[in-house]
Nanobody, 114 residues
Framework: VQLQASGGGLVQAGGSLTLSCVAS????????MGWYRQAPGLERTLVAS???????RYPDSMKGRFTISRDDAKNTMFLQINNLEPEDTAVYYC?????????WGQGTLVTVSS
């Protein structure tokens, strides 16, 4: 599975952004997909996930401003981020687990200015 993330950029605090992750296979065939982020000097952490069934999950710390979704016809997963904060500055990665294998996209940088 190949994943291509895009949509990052420089955004002012309080703004919104939608990231996209295009998969090389039908997303409905992928057991698990998720968005992770890694800020400078910190570990990569889970932001949101979506199962092949469409069920979504968010860590408690990510509930409220993040929305994960999927467009099955376009084999694309999205992450909408509202009310961006400087602390959201990070490289955002899309991830998938399929057939027991773990796949990562190349990451897209989100920079939030105060």
């Amino acid at each position: 599975v190949q994943l291509q993330a895009s949509g990052g950029g420089l955004v002012q605090a309080g703004g919104s952004l939608t990231l996209s992750c295009v998969a090389s296979v039908p997303v409905t065939s992928i057991a698990y997909m998720g968005w992770y982020r890694q800020a400078p000097g910190l570990e990569r952490t889970l932001v949101a996930s979506i199962l092949s069934s469409g069920r979504t999950r968010y860590p408690d710390s990510m509930k409220g401003r993040f929305t994960i979704s999927r467009d099955d016809a376009k084999n694309t997963m999205f992450l909408q981020i509202n009310n961006l904060e400087p602390e959201d500055t990070a490289v955002y990665y899309c991830n998938s687990i399929s057939g027991g294998n773990n796949y990562w996209g190349q990451g897209t940088l989100v920079t939030v200015s105060s």
